[in-house]
């Protein structure tokens, strides 16, 4: 392969590897606020963000109503928070006891949301377009696209977003507490109760905003949007599970190591290359890639 | 005084603990003489569903011990199920032999593979294994048809060779996969006495206090990872010769949440009726509900989320009054 | 290295600061073989904190420690154990799911000889291992008085039987050193005493024990020596005549004599 070529191939490689690891990245965030704040792996994540999808496909295209896209995309916010809300309550009894049988029952959630969208939407596949003008434009070697800029934009939004509330919000502040030692929170007469309720929130309008805008590039059916989460559970491993700034690094680092590889090695064998990703930062970086560099605080 | 009243309170525990093992021990015996006899009265669809009901008991107990002995959770068990099954495919196809061969080959292979995907997170909290679980599951599928030259792609492979000639394949499946789980069984209850058994024990409920004797956190967590992926595969080859075949269909991501879903619902427990209802449960449900398919995912959503949440119920009378006031 | 070369549990100039917070600070003690040694001082002085540096929970900033010659610095508690050191846990560390008998065979698990197969397999060498090691544990159990309630589950207990199957588990092993972090915590007074009998009988000549409490009686009762921490610092040591007699510790221990 010959350098020019290299440099033609890489740098829209990048870009693109950053702009899907963007959504990687908003993806493991709601993850990594579920686990810093109650201790469980949310495996339900996907399966959430994915019925939020169907439902916004539902309601905008006709199959079920024909709203406007903003107003399916409410109403997915609505349906997706009242989800998360009943699979906390579900789990309230147990989350303080047992990380593993909350996670197990995590699992269960995820299975009844599955069943749930493949009972409705069946197995079909369909697309589901962002609403945003087409246009593009080149910068060097770099094809920019009106998507790409929508991603960014939501991207950068979410993670100011969730930076303000986190520091400058009384909630902030109690999720910062709780993360880091919850019982010295229940002495002090903080509710851990309200502060799991808006980590997992959080986590399902995250999970829903990944999907919508991870959609448009593949289409959506009953399996994708629970295995893109992959993705950003590596993202949220490569990061350190318990660090939101390793999340949203985490996810841009996933991004463009699969963009390489994938183009580099082979398509075919995406899931396998994360499964080595997984295992080797869980070896060699058991706290996450950044530990040193941010050293794991909010 | 004390002592005296825990002397009476002893001799009569044991002595109740005694009648109930052996009113166990004896149901037990029946089953196995009953699911022993069965071929005499039954046949055809029930045998061969019931030989996949035993082979699929193989791989919830494999799920169940770790649960048990590890108190971790896989959704990816299903990867090393596969290994076992195709192992004794590839090994009949290329070498022309029969599990005879390919079935400790695969115990093996099983180990090996656990061993390497436990390792690297010897040292960390069972959540991450649980994480790392999840990309096994997902990469399984890819694997097999990436690997089309080994496995036959979609198509899968056939297992045709018999372990015993000259008895009905009916029959062979039948007693071969309940004599395995029958032996199984009786290793587990045997482990379960054993040094290491205690010490995995140990290791789960008070993980500093077992480090103080001798048993280092990583020990544990590898060797049970490796003994369960172990048992895994010797259920994989089971599965593979009990229906005679192999194919991508029967290892979906999907297939490593049902097994940690027989394993909930049979309690995690290591006995031969929990391991029968696990294996039952996760194979006749979608043989039954086949026209309900969609529903099939909700039934195991809810099961797991009901048991779950009965087996704390106990624990939850304890806990809460005591942490909320409420 | 300076490290004592010689028998007995050495700690040197042990420094362990959390953060901020200097918990110990340049500690010294030396464990003999044969001898009963006690570690008091008020809560919060730090015995826990020097008890797991000694067992290798935690590891101090500065300073040395070695066992019978043998140096332990960087040695984690499994790694301490196999040298011999056993431990005790103030907060009983049993398994639930386990007979107390079981409980106490998990402490022999450096002993065990029989390898994964028989593990699995009931093989002659393992039935033989398993007898030798259960009749040591009933031993263990016989020594405090408790073997008849080998077969119960932990939770069936009574805290004080419990506490005193923690001290068997830890000399079954026959071990060359114990430690004990508070044994007669939760303890009646019957019961403090027959644990005091059941430790003088174990004690011989080659073996290290140390008592960590913060009840001064029961120390000055059973201990030939003494070490009093008090924030961090190591203020007196000696017989139970020097430390009744020590001005430090009468001036820290008055108040909490007159709690009791």
């Not at chain 1, 606020?33 to 169907?54: D, E, I, P």
């Not at chain 1, 910062?176 to 919850?182: D, F, L």
């Not at chain 2, 040094?195 to 789960?204: D, E, P, T, V």
């Not at chain 2, 103080?212 to 010797?234: D, K, N």
Request: glycine share 10%.
């Amino acid at each position: 392969m010959s350098v020019a070529g290299f440099i033609r191939d890489i740098l829209p490689l990048l870009w693109s590897g950053i702009i899907s690891g963007c959504l990687y990245g908003v993806g493991a965030l709601g993850l990594v606020m579920v686990f810093k704040s109650s201790r469980v792996v949310n495996f339900s994540h996907g399966n959430l963000a994915c019925l939020g999808a169907f439902v916004v496909y539902g309601f905008s295209s006709g199959s079920l109503l024909s709203l406007s896209w903003g107003s399916a995309v409410a109403l997915a916010l609505g349906i997706a928070c009242a989800v998360a809300v009943v699979s906390y309550a579900l789990i309230a009894p147990i989350v303080f006891k047992s990380d593993l049988a909350s996670t197990i029952a995590t699992l269960g959630v995820g299975l009844v949301l599955q069943g749930g969208v493949q009972l409705v939407f069946g197995a079909d596949i369909v697309n589901l377009d962002l609403p945003v003008p087409r246009f593009s434009f080149s910068l060097g070697a770099v094809r920019v696209s009106s998507y790409d800029l929508a991603v960014l934009a939501v991207t950068i939004a979410i993670v100011a977003g969730l930076f303000v509330i986190i520091e400058r919000t009384k909630l902030g502040v109690a999720f910062r507490a709780v993360s880091t030692n919850p019982f010295a929170c229940e002495v002090c007469g903080l509710n851990l109760r309200s502060v799991h309720l808006f980590s997992w929130l959080a986590g399902a309008v995250l999970g829903l905003v990944a999907a919508l805008l991870i959609v448009p590039t593949t289409f959506l059916s009953s399996t994708t949007v629970p295995s893109f989460m992959l993705q950003a559970f590596t993202a949220a491993v490569v990061g350190g599970f318990s660090s939101l700034p390793g999340a949203a690094v985490g996810g841009i680092l996933v991004g463009i190591a699969m963009n390489l590889f994938s183009f580099y090695v082979s398509p075919e064998f995406m899931n396998t290359f994360l499964l080595g990703v997984i295992l080797l930062t869980l070896n060699f970086f058991p706290n996450g890639l950044l530990e040193r560099a941010i050293g794991g605080r909010v | 005084m004390a002592v005296s009243e825990l002397a009476h309170g002893t001799k009569a525990g044991v002595s109740a603990r005694n009648g109930n093992v052996d009113a166990a021990r004896l149901s037990i015996f029946a089953l196995v003489a009953a699911l022993a006899l069965l071929p005499l009265l039954a046949g055809g669809f029930l045998l061969y569903s019931l030989s996949l009901c035993f082979a699929n008991a193989l791989a919830v107990l494999s799920v169940s011990m770790l649960v048990r002995y590890g108190g971790e959770v896989s959704i990816g068990h299903s990867f090393f199920v596969a290994l076992g099954a195709y192992a004794v495919a590839i090994v009949e196809h290329r070498l022309g032999l029969s599990i005879a061969v390919s079935l400790p080959l695969a115990v093996l292979l099983g180990a090996i593979a656990g061993f390497v995907f436990a390792f690297p997170s010897r040292r960390l909290s069972g959540i991450y294994l649980a994480v790392a679980t999840m990309a096994l599951a997902l990469a399984l599928p890819e694997i097999l048809i990436g690997f089309e030259k080994f496995t036959g792609g979609f198509e899968g492979l056939y297992i045709a060779q018999d372990l015993i000639p000259g008895i009905s394949k009916a029959l062979q499946r039948y007693y071969v996969a309940l004599v395995l789980l029958v032996v199984v069984c009786l290793a587990l209850s045997h482990f379960r006495k054993s040094a290491q058994g205690l010490a995995l024990l140990m290791a789960q409920a008070q993980p500093r206090a077992a480090e103080a004797m001798g048993i280092t956190r990583s020990w544990a967590r590898v060797s049970i990872f490796t003994l369960s992926a172990a048992l895994a595969s010797l259920a994989g080859a089971m599965t593979g010769f009990a229906s005679s075949t192999v194919s991508p269909n029967s290892f979906t991501f999907f297939s490593g949440v049902f097994l940690l879903v027989g394993s909930v619902v049979s309690l995690n427990r290591l006995s031969l009726p929990a391991a029968l209802v696990g294996g039952a449960f996760i194979t006749l449900v979608p043989t039954y509900l086949a026209k309900a398919g969609d529903w099939v995912p909700i039934l195991y959503g809810v099961a797991l989320i009901v048991v779950t949440l009965a087996a704390n119920a106990g624990d939850l009378r304890r806990f809460l009054p005591r942490r909320r006031g409420r | 290295m300076m490290a004592t070369i010689g028998s007995g549990l050495v700690a040197e100039g042990i420094s362990l600061g959390f953060g901020g917070l200097q918990v110990l600070s340049d500690v010294s003690l030396t464990l003999k073989p044969g001898v009963i040694t006690g570690l008091i001082g008020p809560n919060g002085a730090g015995k826990t904190s020097l008890f797991n540096c000694l067992t290798g929970l935690y590891h101090g900033q500065r300073g040395h420690s070695s066992f019978a010659g043998t140096p332990l610095d960087g040695m984690g508690p499994a790694q301490r154990a196999a040298c011999g050191i056993t431990r005790s846990f103030q907060n009983l560390a049993m398994c639930p799911e386990l007979s107390l008998l079981e409980n106490v065979l998990v402490g022999l698990t450096l002993k065990r000889r029989s390898g994964w197969f028989s593990a699995f397999v009931p093989t002659p060498a393992q039935q033989a291992e398993r007898e030798d090691t259960e009749r040591r544990a009933m031993a263990a159990l016989s020594e405090l008085g408790i073997a008849s309630a080998a077969h119960h589950k932990p939770s069936d207990l009574p805290p004080g039987t419990l506490r005193l199957a923690e001290i068997a588990r830890a000399i079954a092993s026959e071990p060359r050193a114990i430690l004990l972090d508070e044994p007669a915590a939760g303890l009646n007074a019957v019961e403090t005493r027959d644990l005091m009998r059941a430790l003088k009988r174990l004690m011989r000549p080659d073996l290290v024990l140390l008592v960590v409490e913060h009840d001064m009686d029961l120390i000055m009762e059973l201990c030939e020596h003494i070490y009093v921490l008090n924030f961090g610092r190591m203020i007196a040591n000696g017989t139970p005549a020097e430390i009744r007699a020590h001005p430090d510790v009468i001036r820290v221990y008055l108040g909490d004599d007159a709690d009791d």
